[in-house]
């Protein structure tokens, strides 16, 4: 079987590492899986087994999804954002998949929805279209007006067969986050949660006993980076690994490396061996990404998440409020970030210690797989 994945990261790298997953799982399974990204190259995920395309990169203006940036900066405009629909309906059709998958869209990306759009126009006149299938992750960004749920329902029942839920449904349900209609709900399929295998111990214990502080391959967690800093002061007998992402990672990297004086801290680019040093930290600090949360279920390290709320984002937040009744997690609001309030969480989690680490709920990338087949057989 023939699968693509479309997906278009525009702020950290979230999104592309969930499709990542979702296409190395394809790959086991013994399926040809060809992934095509429109958001910024991030060379540090894993993409072994799958064709992967880049679309000409865009990035958000912080968190402004409605103004869209080249990979120079430069505001994206009508041509370049037709050269991206052109290659990604060209995609489509060369490739002719037997399921198309789309990440987010139509629940979000709305300013990407005319390539989108053209993508799913495509697939219907081949001569045998796809299955389409849409993948969401457990909590999404509440839609502002009810119009935008409206348009969302009418996409899905014009294009879909289906839409994978990464959730739990008895943990958190669609509806936490999303008005779920007499419409939408027949076409949810609930997944589980989409994670890697839980990692290996990291062979060289790299990170033992150290704070590892993360968020995401974007740009936006210089406050939680200088916070960390500032704590790590109040800490002289533990070592913290600050681990900074996004295209200018080495420049902010410069800028934190004069903030830090005599404290104990390491500073370094994102690692990809990063899941397997967690279970060997003392604790871990981070945003509260879906997959960044999956990790410490996984790993069992106690940790604070300190949820990514700028502009109108909440769905971290709520994220973060499902999470702080397990022990040894701690949720610190960003409008209570410092290095007095960071220390003290991070004191309070390691006082805790890890969690017992359950294996079940982890494999929704193997449960879409089985879903996109049998609904395969059945077109």
Same mark, same amino acid.
């Given at each position: 079987m023939?699968?693509?994945?479309?997906? *278009?990261?525009?702020?950290?790298?979230?999104?592309?590492?969930?499709?990542?997953?979702?296409? $190395?799982?394809?790959v086991?399974?013994?399926?040809? *899986?060809?992934?095509?990204?429109?958001?910024?190259?991030?060379?540090?995920?894993d993409s072994a087994g799958m064709t992967l395309l880049g679309l000409p990169p865009l990035r958000s203006d912080g968190t402004d999804f409605t103004r869209l940036l080249t990979q120079s900066g430069?505001?994206?405009?009508?041509?370049?954002?037709?050269? $991206?629909e052109i290659a990604l309906v060209e995609a489509v059709r060369s490739f002719a998949p037997d399921v198309l998958i789309t990440e987010l869209f139509p629940f979000g990306r709305r300013s990407l929805a005319a390539e989108f759009n053209a993508a799913l126009e495509a697939a219907w006149n081949m001569p045998r279209r796809p299955v389409i299938l849409g993948s969401i992750r457990d909590i999404l960004a509440p839609p502002s007006k009810p119009s935008k749920a409206e348009r969302t329902d009418e996409i899905v029942c014009r294009y879909y067969d289906g839409i994978l839920v990464h959730s739990d449904q008895n943990v958190v349900p669609l509806e936490v986050s999303w008005p779920v209609t007499n419409r939408l709900r027949p076409q949810l399929f609930y997944t589980g949660f989409v994670a890697p295998e839980a990692p290996a111990?990291?062979?060289? @214990?790299?990170?033992?006993?150290?704070?590892?502080?993360?968020?995401?391959?974007?740009?936006?967690?210089?406050?939680?980076?200088?916070?960390?800093?500032?704590?790590?002061?109040?800490?002289?007998? $533990?070592?913290?690994?600050?681990?900074?992402?996004g295209q200018d990672a080495r420049a902010r990297i410069d800028q934190l490396a004069q903030l830090v004086g005599e404290a104990q801290v390491i500073l370094e680019p994102v690692r990809p061996d990063f899941r397997q040093m967690l279970p060997h930290a003392a604790a871990s600090v981070s945003m509260c990404g879906y997959n960044t949360a999956l990790d410490i279920l996984q790993s069992g390290t106690?940790?604070?998440?300190?949820?990514?709320?700028?502009?109108? @984002?909440?769905?971290?937040?709520?994220?973060?409020?499902?999470?702080?009744?397990?022990?040894?997690?701690?949720?610190?609001?960003?409008?209570?970030?410092?290095?007095?309030?960071?220390?003290?969480?991070?004191?309070?989690?390691?006082?805790?210690?890890?969690?017992?680490?359950?294996?079940q709920g982890f494999d929704g990338a193997a449960r879409s797989v089985e879903i996109a087949v049998n609904l395969?057989?059945?077109?």
């Open positions: 023939k699968v693509m994945i479309v997906v *278009t990261h525009l702020l950290g790298t979230g999104h592309l590492s969930r499709a990542l997953t979702l296409g $190395r799982a394809f086991r399974a013994g399926h040809e *899986t060809f992934v095509v990204s429109g958001g910024m190259p991030a060379p540090q995920l430069d505001v994206a405009d009508a041509a370049y954002l037709a050269s $991206r111990l990291h062979p060289d @214990e790299v990170g033992k006993d150290e704070i590892l502080v993360s968020a995401g391959g974007g740009s936006v967690g210089q406050p939680i980076f200088r916070a960390a800093i500032e704590a790590a002061r109040k800490m002289p007998n $533990r070592r913290w690994r600050l681990l900074v992402g106690p940790a604070v998440f300190i949820p990514f709320d700028d502009g109108k @984002e909440v769905e971290q937040g709520l994220r973060g409020q499902s999470l702080s009744d397990l022990s040894a997690i701690d949720v610190l609001p960003s409008k209570s970030l410092n290095g007095d309030s960071l220390a003290q969480a991070v004191a309070s989690v390691m006082s805790d210690g890890s969690r017992q680490v359950s294996m395969r057989a059945q077109v």
